[in-house]
């Protein structure tokens, strides 16, 4: 497959490495101030992208819905690895239905994470039914890390609102009040080099229960990534990594 990355610091030089030990092509590297002789192009446009069947992007929150556009226009699908962007979900659920394009996006394309997903949905349907255990998030990054929350522990508060009854809402800031008992905490951490540390607690005031998973580098994050790159190839539409998880485990 000839795949062009939108990104190349750590990540991004990650990715092509995996990429190329996976037996696939980098066609293009796009990025506009890195100074590395890898790169083919300062932004995305046809000309950058001629030739590549995917892009896979892990660069800025700002530009993530421009380079979405970008590649619908070119005909040319996308790993999303980028966070921050969430918001305008519905804008790029419509430039995808109206292009020939694959797209599936993630916080984090572990594997690893992914099966954290699964064991914090899991957890909090059963813990539903306690509701002396109230429920947080916190998560430790390294000190580059552009957003806060991680877009992964975005994803896990979502996955609580869904389960918990209790909880209606989450609370990010830094809180000088106490907690209301609706809302579910997700802090964070930034410092160090920390590939990514996610923890999520359900504490009684007799005993605690954690989950944590604990990333060792990040070619975890880089291996899902490609591997995203592999599934959406030949699809059409919009996708979240639990659609792919979903068919890789129903054997699709």
């Known amino acids: 497959m000839d795949l062009a990355i939108n990104g190349y610091g750590r990540m991004g030089k990650l990715i092509e490495s995996m990429a190329q030990q996976a037996g696939h092509t980098v066609v293009a590297v796009i990025d506009p101030v890195s100074e590395d002789e890898a790169v083919t192009a300062r932004e995305v446009s046809p000309q950058a992208l001629h030739g590549a069947q995917v892009v896979i992007d892990f660069s800025i929150p700002s530009a993530a819905v421009d380079t979405i556009r970008k590649c619908a226009e070119c005909g040319v699908s996308v790993v999303m690895g980028t966070t921050g962007w969430y918001e305008q979900m519905d804008m790029v659920h419509d430039i995808i239905q109206k292009s020939s394009i694959g797209l599936i996006w993630s916080g984090n394309f572990s594997l690893g994470v992914n099966i954290l997903f699964s064991l914090v949905r899991s957890a909090a349907k059963m813990m539903n039914q306690f509701s002396e255990y109230d429920c947080m998030v916190h998560e430790y990054h390294h000190r580059f890390k552009a957003d806060s929350p991680s877009g992964t522990a975005a994803m896990i508060g979502s996955v609580l609102l869904e389960e918990l009854d209790r909880k209606k809402r989450v609370v990010t800031d830094s809180l000088s009040r106490p907690i209301e008992e609706a809302e579910l905490h ?54 979240s990594i639990d659609d792919m998880m979903a068919a890789l485990l129903g054997g699709e």
Do not use: C
């Open 186 to 239: 997700v802090s964070s951490t930034r410092g160090g080099a920390i590939p990514g540390t996610h923890t999520v607690i359900f504490d009684s005031p007799v005993d605690s229960l954690e989950i944590t998973h604990r990333a060792r580098n990040r070619e975890g994050f880089a291996v899902g990534a490609v591997k995203a790159a592999e599934w959406i190839a030949d699809r059409t539409g919009m996708y």
